[in-house]
């Protein structure tokens, strides 16, 4: 285990931090995911950081989030505090698996957790390495780095993360919990990547939330590939926490066989600038994709969701659902790309992007993009940027309710249609509880971290 | 109870209300008919605190107090209740949690505890069972989904929970069956005392034969043209308004 860090400046080269410490880089990780760093940094050089000129990015300028004097960690840096003592951030009620993840690190005294046979929840390094069997198959399949220069550059400096593997049958009752912690003395750039595996006819349920520890601006570049196998049901929560001087770009990658079924549902609380890639491949039929999203912005946030379902076979279903809320000057961004390709025919696709503006300098922009080349389909999508309802805010005050409560409870009704889609009681009744706090103005952040980051 | 003097409103511009004159006193049933568009349901909005009507012209007390010193929801917790011509839905709030912070918001305004959750279960179904709503509606998210007929039963109700001084039933009775325009009725009956008062807007003499009225008051054109007592609202029934509308110049 080796503490160094090297100092990245955005006036560097990017490619450059890897191609001149390649050595760096390779060490520990096994020959697959080293043979992928070079084409991954020729992509990433094709298509640099994202600007509003690449399609993909027009609601979104990383520019300016990458260009900082950032430390990056091309190796695991033992923290000498004992996280799992600071750090009890659990939901209350909400028994979980739970994994600290520092800084794009598997934390190295995560407590060994109590599963059923043959599940694997585990640093990606270390089961990169001792089994790369089981991961190698998988590596960067879904995310294809010509297709996108965050998944490149993640593809290029790539050492850890979290490794899942359910074998087929198995279901996991208690929630995995994953807590990806931003820790340092210095401005930083966190990579992580993910790797989960459902097997056929398994279950499960994973929540990350997304925290910073200290106040310093962080980076981080999160990418997630996630392989549903045949029948299984496979939950993806994503509490987005982190502080408002922070960078959150966060990629899901899913893929989905025969009738099983996905919930990616994100929360978007805190960030500076959040931006959500989701992409999921329906490719065996009957399976059904399930995307939510919900985000409460306010000063001088901005949150960017981009999703693309892909519907590659017949007799599929997906639903999105993206709900923001914006205030003060906060801007925010939704393109709901759907392809259903030509012979998925009975697909029912359906997308609703709902907005509403509290203040008069908030902005929202969003797109739809319907690419159908089947005839046989149900599509449906609608956006809609609005302000309150007036008509009903009158409703209730007419009722005897003050203008401030009864914008509250107007504003909690037009979250907690997302947030019921969440299938964890506890998850679900604290992220209602969350979202009211933060429409009041009260403390947010979780109240058992002793850090008062957001 | 209301004294409402030489009251002009405007709506985009637009003189709706030319000077109303009208006052109540407690335990009073007035009634208020006229045309469609003559300013029945703006004087009803006005008083309860919408917004976007421009009050031009006159005074509105209501027990004692200026009337638009207050908010709505001031207004509401004073005793005034409206009974909309068109409750809006709105989905995601859910008629238990509203109802339950409306009545606590009154009972703070009042001096009084809040309820607790098992006692204001109680006095709902106390409520509900009055006006004969049923239980589906009030787990419900306010509104929405519902029937003509359900939503008016549902402002009812409301009235019933929040047990207000002075009642406005807009048009309460349109798109109610016979059956439920006499449950209504009856649930509006039985909260009526010798100190509270009820403003009932409607088209049909139909519920004046069961909320009779000690006044009727017919509104043309932004001003009440004649006030007489109940039998008045029998002869509109037979005659419509061309009489009246010729009396005031028009044919
Ligand atoms: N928001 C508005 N903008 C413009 N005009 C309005 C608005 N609200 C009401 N009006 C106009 O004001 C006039 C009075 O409307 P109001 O709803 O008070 O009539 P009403 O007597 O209640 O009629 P009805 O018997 O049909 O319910 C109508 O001409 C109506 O078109
Ligand atoms: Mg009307």
Known sequence: MTTETKKYSATEDLAGLYTSNIALFESGSPEFMNAARKPAMEEFLRQGIPTRKQENYKYSDLQEIFNRDYHVYPSYVAREMQLNQVFKCDVPELDTNLVLIVNGWYYHQNKELNLPEGVIIDSLSKIASEKPELVEKYYSKLAKTNEDPLAALNTMLAKDGLFIYIPDGVVIEKPIQVINLLHSKEDSFATQRNLFVAGKNSQAKVVFCDHTLTSHHFLSNNLTEVFI??????????????????????????????????VVNTASLHGGLVR?????????????????????????????????VDHMVANCRSNQIFKNVLDEQATGGFTGRIHVQRDAQQTNAFQRNSNVLIHDDARMRTKPQLVIDADDVKCSHGATVGRIDEEALFYLKSRGINDKEARLMLMLAFTHEVIQEIRIDALRERLDDLVEKRFRGEISHCHNCMYHCC | MLKIKDLHVKIDGKEILKGINLEIKPGEVHAIMGPNGSGKSTLANVLAGREDYEVTKGKVSFGGEDIFEMAPDERAKNGLFLSFQYPVEIPGVSMVNFMKTAVNEHRKHKGLKPFTAGEFLKFMREKKELVQLNSDLANRSVNEGFSGGEKKRAEIFQMAMLEPKLSILDETDSGLDIDALKTVATGVNALKTTENSTIVVTHYQRLLDYIVPDYVHVLYKGRIVKSAGKELALELEEKGYDWIKKENGDS
């Open chain 1, 276 to 308: 959500n890639n989701l992409k999921v491949e329906l490719k065996g039929e009957y399976a059904e994709a399930n995307l939510f999203g919900i985000a409460l912005a306010d000063s001088d946030q901005h949150i960017d969701s981009f999703t693309y």
């Open chain 1, 229 to 262: 196998e045949e029948n299984a049901n496979f939950d993806l929560y994503n509490l987005q926490n982190q502080h408002n001087q922070s960078g959150n770009l966060c990629s899901v990658f899913v893929s989905q066989e025969r009738s099983s079924t996905s």
